[in-house]
Structures are given as structure tokens and as C-alpha cells.
């Protein structure tokens, strides 16, 4: 299939990834864990009491925001902005940029997140209901979804277009994709873009309780018994910029963004459709010039819901036929980052591609037959991998996916 001609040809690369999750500081640890199938869920931590039912969630562990951020700046930071800056920071470090080398008039930042400043809102609520206290003077600024890319783009010296993406679960994937579009389209040359999450806070888990769709044990993706998903956080970034950029400037590319796509299923606030999905899939093949048989593997949304699993495996039959490819969710691994999970999965395909290793989907018991995927159940697989898939899906039937090759 060639691409269409309203395409642009400008080649898109990614040339430093960082990020945060519950594997701890750093692209490298979450890659680790995700191949070894190690899950980075464990007993939940809150600084206030929690009398709720779930007691587990995939957190940062043992994180120290002023052992990476400057004393200035810190107060300013909700930990979802602290989670972006650091991953922003490995990410550039990776591309090769000294911190205001990246930036500039044709460098844009663009950060995905579903809630913004949860933490902050979170403790501003019950200093005002609980205490009847008076809020941070700072509490605005730290919990604005803006204020993550806008940071970056102080930090930076990032001058071209700057903002926050909100579409919950699909946050980053689509932030990445836009940041794609917007290099391909010609509008920026070289952007820092991925998503960030911080709301393992108390009332973010009442509330995803009360939807009845959190895991009071193990998440089992695709797999029989499951029953529900576990909350996490974190943040990933990525530099991407053109391939011309990057080769005039002797960067080695980790891999060519060759896709997006992205679609709305118009149908259901909370339920999931399969021709949304199953077309944001055939556009963001579309958009990289490939055919579903291109395509080697596969990182699902999965996020071990009943509904859900059957829904996104549906929609993988009808594009890629009665054999999809090889496919795995990680979200047992690093629990699911709501906002943040396009990038950390996108971080995790990317290895996935370089080490020509498919990560295993853990604590699967047996088949669903009504997922009929080949899941790669908890054992890693050595396979050929020269092009993948990256699927979230979110609430409100917001759907976003992103192609990634091997150069």
C-alpha cells in the first residue's frame, strides 16, 4: 500500500526515550521487567488512610523528586509534572541533547495526561473539606494539565507549539501521534513529546472502584478469570525529530514513528465498540505506507476487563483476519498509568523492536474463547520484529494507535 498523497514523505525517528513507572527511575528498568514478566504491583502506599476495597497499585517506589529536580522549580510540580521531567531529562540525555540544545522556535512539547495535577487537587479537596484550611498559594499552577509541557518547555527552551493533550487512557498515544504529525506536516522539526500520570491518590481509587473495574488481586489480560485492572503512574517521553535532522546532527535513531491513527467510536461513555478501534488500526497502517501483514507484533490496550479484552480482540481479527499477530499486554507489569500507559508501552514496544524480544502477557491462566489472540502467555518470545503496533483506547471511545519500524 503507498501512502496517500496528502502524506507527507518526512521521515520521523525517535531518538531518546526516558521514563518513570513502577519499575522505578529510567526506560531501561521498565523494559527489564516487562521482558521478565516481573509485575511491579504491589501493597498499596497512601499518605492518608484508605478503607477502601483494592489494596494494591503499580506506584513509583521509593521516588525523590530533589534528587532530580532543582529547588526553584520543585514547588511548582505536581509529582505528575516531577514524573515528565525526569523521563524528559533521560530522553534527551539519550538523544544526545545538552538541556537547551533541544529547544528553540521549531521544537515543540506536547504531554498527554488524563487528570493533570491529581495529587494536587487531591490534597487541596481535603484541606478545604477536612481541615478548612487554605490552599497552596501554588495549587493552581502545580495541578493545571498545562503545567507538565509548559515546564519542559521553560526547561528546555522549547519555543514552538506547546500544550497538554487530554483523552484519558488514549492521552499519550495521541499526544506522540500529534507530535508526529505536526513534525511530518512540516510545523516543528523536532518535538519532546509522550504522556504523565500521578493519581494513585485516595480519591482516584474510590472512584475507579465505584466503576467496578479494579483488580482486588492479579490483572490476567485476554486470559480466563480475569477481573479487572490495577492502577499505576509514571510518564514517558520521547524525542522525536526528522530523519534528516538526526543524521545531520550524527544522532543514532532508536527506531522510525512511522503511524498513527486515531478515531472515535461515537457510541458509549464507558463500553467500547470494535469499528472504532479496528479502523484507528487501518488508518495508522495506512499512515505508515504498510499492510496488516507488515506487522510482526503487537502491544494491546488489554487492560483485563471482561468486556473490554473481547472488544480490542475482535477488532484485531477484523483487521488483521482469523491469525493477528502476536500479541501482549503490560499492564500487569506497570499496572495501568490511565494517561501515561500509551508511553510507557510505547517505550516497552520500541525495546521490543530493538532486542527482537516480544514481552509475555503474565498471570495468564488459560485462553478466553472469546479472545482468540495468540496473548504470548508469560514467557517472553524470541521472534523476528520489524514492525509494531501500540493500541490504547479510552473512555468516551477515543482511540489511538501508533506504527513503529525498525530502520
Known amino acids: ?53 483494592i489494596k494494591i497499585a503499580a506506584q513509583v517506589p521509593d521516588f525523590d523528586p530533589a534528587a532530580h529536580i532543582e529547588p526553584e522549580i520543585l514547588p511548582y510540580c505536581d509529582p505528575f509534572t516531577q514524573f515528565s521531567i525526569v523521563a524528559a531529562d533521560e530522553a534527551l540525555a539519550q538523544a544526545g541533547f545538552a538541556r537547551k540544545e533541544a529547544g528553540g522556535p521549531r521544537t515543540a ?38 503545567a507538565a509541557p509548559t515546564t519542559l518547555g521553560m526547561r528546555y527552551g522549547a519555543k514552538g507549539p506547546t500544550f497538554a493533550l487530554a483523552s484519558a487512557c488514549s492521552s499519550a498515544t495521541q499526544a506522540i501521534g500529534e507530535a508526529f504529525e505536526m513534525l511530518r506536516a512540516g510545523r516543528a522539526d523536532r518535538a519532546i513529546a509522550g504522556g504523565s500520570e500521578a493519581c494513585v491518590i485516595n480519591g482516584s481509587i474510590r472512584a475507579w472502584e465505584a466503576l467496578r473495574v479494579l483488580t482486588p488481586d492479579l490483572c490476567r489480560p485476554f486470559s480466563t478469570k480475569r477481573n479487572g485492572m490495577t492502577l499505576g503512574e509514571g510518564a514517558a517521553v520521547f524525542i522525536l525529530e526528522t530523519l534528516e535532522s538526526a543524521v545531520s546532527r550524527g544522532a543514532t ?41 507488515d506487522v510482526d507484533y503487537l502491544n494491546a490496550h488489554g487492560t483485563a476487563t471482561y468486556a473490554n479484552d473481547i472488544t480490542e480482540s475482535e477488532a484485531m481479527r477484523a483487521v488483521f483476519g482469523d491469525r493477528p499477530p ?12 490511565l494517561g501515561a500507559s500509551g508511553g510507557l508501552e510505547l517505550s516497552v514496544v520500541i525495546n521490543a523492536l530493538r532486542e527482537q524480544i516480544a514481552p509475555p502477557t503474565i498471570n495468564f491462566i488459560e485462553p478466553d474463547p472469546k479472545c482468540q489472540v495468540d496473548a504470548i502467555p508469560n514467557q517472553a518470545r524470541k521472534m523476528p520484529i520489524r514492525v509494531a503496533l501500540s493500541n490504547s483506547f479510552a473512555f468516551g471511545g477515543i482511540n489511538a494507535t501508533l506504527v513503529v519500524k525498525a530502520l
Open 109 to 146: 512539547v506536547v504531554i498527554g495526561t488524563g487528570i493533570g495535577g491529581a495529587k494536587t487537587i487531591d490534597d487541596t479537596s481535603y484541606v478545604e473539606y477536612a481541615e478548612g484550611g487554605r490552599p497552596d498559594t501554588l495549587a493552581v499552577p502545580r495541578l493545571i494539565p498545562s
Open 1 to 53: 500500500m503507498t501512502p496517500p498523497a496528502n502524506i507527507s514523505r518526512r521521515r520521523i525517528v525517535v531518538t531518546g526515550m526516558g521514563a518513570v513507572s513502577a519499575a522505578g527511575v529510567g526506560a531501561q528498568a521498565l523494559w527489564a521487567a516487562a521482558r521478565d514478566g516481573v509485575s511491579c504491583i504491589r501493597p498499596l502506599k497512601l499518605a492518608r488512610p484508605y478503607p477502601g476495597r
Open 326 to 337: 502476536p500479541v501482549s499486554s503490560t499492564k500487569p507489569i506497570h499496572g495501568h498509568a
Open 253 to 293: 535513531p532508536l527506531c522510525e514513528l512511522a503511524g498513527y491513527g486515531t478515531t472515535s467510536d461515537a457510541f458509549d461513555p464507558l463500553r467500547a465498540d470494535v469499528e472504532g478501534p479496528a479502523r484507528c488500526m487501518r488508518l495508522a497502517l495506512e499512515s505508515a505506507g504498510l499492510e496488516p501483514g
